[in-house]
């Protein structure tokens, strides 16, 4: 076992301090995490192409520091033609390269993919700012692929100050469940209530189609049943009384009634033709 104490006064160059020294020394009063001004720092933003970018910010990891002061764009990988991904987006502390770098870790193709896991270990040390969906063929990222994990304490979070900082894990959790949750209820519901209207449009449609079947039995009944007393009536006389009627009603200048709304009053109507115009004739029936 080893103790440690410091920092002090070097006196003849007893005391030498490494940067690893004054990193443990910050980190027990600084925890991990993006810094909580701006509330946009490190964020993902979609391009609405094949690149996110990560706003402007700072964070601290481990007791070193990164600090973003421009937008910084990364590059997502093609997606897949018939599977998913999820891939990653982490600051990634660098013991070897003595450098905190972003890093999009690619995820592994599935039908229901999970997002990669977190490298913590003697050579690197990671806090996730999102996780991206990439769908199947997808040519574009758009900021609903994107699920921001900054307020995660597990996976990122953000620095409070001194001793450790504020714990959003539980938050955050339930946040993601109540909205998967709730997606889950909605796209149910929708389901079940297009399932009853296609159900109520099919017993409509074949209820019609039975009542309209009827009706036209019906009606084609009753023309049959009409045309067949009627069709003795008429003798050699009765259409030859019909003809003369039809030979009238060519040769007459006004074959045709109408009742004025107005007046009430009843009137002739025909049409004529003098050196080729054609004008209307009316003559009151009295």
């Not at 100050?161 to 149910?188: C, E, H, R």
């Not at 009542?211 to 036209?216: A, D, E, G, N, R």
Request: charged content about 20%; overall charge negative.
């Amino acid at each position: 076992m080893t103790i440690k104490s410091g920092i002090f006064n070097s006196v003849n160059n007893d005391r030498r301090y490494k940067a690893e020294d004054f990193a443990a020394y910050f980190a027990t009063f600084i925890g991990n995490g993006v810094f909580p001004n701006p509330s946009t720092g490190f964020q993902v933003i979609a391009n609405n192409n094949m690149t996110v970018s990560l706003k402007i910010g700072k964070a601290w990891i481990h007791g070193y520091y990164i600090v973003n002061d421009d937008n910084y764009n990364l590059t997502i990988d093609k997606a897949d033609s018939a599977l998913n991904r999820i891939d990653r987006v982490v600051l990634q502390l660098n013991y070897f390269n003595r450098s905190i770098m972003p890093v999009v870790k690619k995820g592994t193709y599935a039908t229901n993919p999970v997002a990669p896991a977190l490298k913590r270990d003697a050579d690197a040390y990671e806090l996730a700012l999102a996780d991206i969906y990439v769908g199947k063929g997808a040519l574009v990222i758009t900021q609903a692929n994107i699920t921001d994990l900054r307020l995660n304490t597990s996976l990122c979070g953000i620095v409070q100050g001194v001793v450790n900082q504020v714990d959003t894990t539980t938050i955050f959790n339930q946040y993601q469940s109540w909205f998967d949750q709730y997606s889950n209820l909605k796209a149910s519901e929708f389901n079940a209530w297009t399932e009853e209207q296609k159900t109520s449009f099919i017993l409509w449609r074949d209820l019609e189609e039975v009542t309209f079947s009827k009706w036209s039995t019906d009606q084609k009944a009753g023309f049959e049943a009409w045309f067949a007393t009627i069709r003795g009536i008429l003798d050699t006389n009765a259409a030859g009384n019909l003809q003369l009627q039809i030979d009238d009603h060519k040769v007459d200048p006004m074959p045709h009634q109408s009742v004025d709304s107005v007046t009430g009053k009843t009137y002739k109507i025909g049409l004529g033709v003098e050196n080729g115009n054609l004008y209307i004739l009316s003559e009151e029936v009295v």
